[in-house]
């Protein structure tokens, strides 16, 4: 029900940013968060925005990873800058409607995903 758009291959050092609209439902007042995985690896939490607005994030990208959310255009973003090797991987979208608790850290929280877009960062 999540469709993610905005993923491709680019330099490090180099930005990308990812969005997330649903095809059906709103999700406006949903929490929603962005998950990652790399090959051979588990998912992993990358960044989550409540309804409100507030933002947490893993602690590899802070200050390079921004999360947003546009509810008129029911729309969720993640602004990627100062990419690394180490962000290559399948970048997931996902929805909450539970509160906010620190299952948003965590693929389980979340009941509502999206198939994927690739980010491959070039060294």
């Known amino acids: 029900q999540l469709v993610e758009s905005g993923g491709g291959l680019v330099q490090a050092g180099g930005s990308l940013r990812l969005s997330c609209a649903p095809s059906?439902?709103?999700?406006?007042?949903?929490?929603m968060g962005w998950f990652r995985q790399a090959p051979g690896k588990e998912r992993e939490f990358v960044a989550a925005?409540?309804?409100?607005?507030?933002?947490v994030y893993t602690d590899s990208v802070k200050g390079r990873f921004t999360i947003s959310r546009d509810n008129a255009k029911n729309t969720v973003y993640l602004q990627m800058n100062s990419l690394e090797p180490e962000d290559t991987a399948v970048y997931y979208c996902?929805?909450?409607?539970?509160?906010?608790?620190?299952?948003?850290?965590?693929?389980?929280?979340?009941?509502?995903w999206g198939q994927g877009t690739l980010v491959t960062v070039s060294s």
């Open positions: 925005i409540s309804r409100s607005s507030s933002t």
């Open positions: 996902a929805a909450r409607d539970g509160p906010w608790s620190s299952m948003v850290f965590t693929p389980e929280g979340y009941g509502y």
């Open positions: 059906r439902r709103t999700f406006s007042s949903s929490t």
